[in-house]
Nanobody, 121 residues
Framework: QLQASGGGLVQAGGSLRLSCAAS????????MGWFRQASGKEREFVAA????????YYADSLKGRFTISRDNAKNTVYLQMKSLKPEDTAVYYC????????????????WGQGTQVTVSS
């Protein structure tokens, strides 16, 4: 089970840190990803991290503003977001991949419920 939290309303230029707490599985062996879905749009890849945290992967458009990290001792993955823009407004989802840490939705086995991020201009 994955529980995402940390969303909210923030002004453009602000920062937020999302958290995703995992329970009931072998979190430390899974790749983890963050995706987002804006209203009326398809869900899109944001970032991914491998099981150890040594490797990360970002959507090209988000590099430098978003940082994914994980704490396996706490069974938690984070998404630090800075310099937020109104176009970052979306529901953000965390997901777990038993076999890798890719950018495609189909690769992920477990999904959290999502947390809303709203960036005002």
């Amino acid at each position: 089970q994955l529980q995402a939290s940390g969303g909210g309303l923030v002004q453009a230029g602000g920062s937020l840190r999302l958290s995703c707490a995992a329970s009931g599985g072998t979190f430390s062996t899974y790749g983890m990803g963050w995706f987002r879905q804006a209203s009326g749009k398809e869900r899109e890849f944001v970032a991914a991290i491998n099981w150890s945290g040594a490797n990360t992967y970002y959507a090209d458009s988000l590099k430098g503003r978003f940082t994914i990290s994980r704490d396996n001792a706490k069974n938690t993955v984070y998404l630090q977001m800075k310099s937020l823009k109104p176009e970052d407004t979306a529901v953000y989802y965390c997901a777990a991949d038993r076999a890798g840490w890719g950018r495609r939705l189909i690769e992920y086995d477990y999904w959290g419920q999502g947390t809303q991020v709203t960036v005002s201009s």
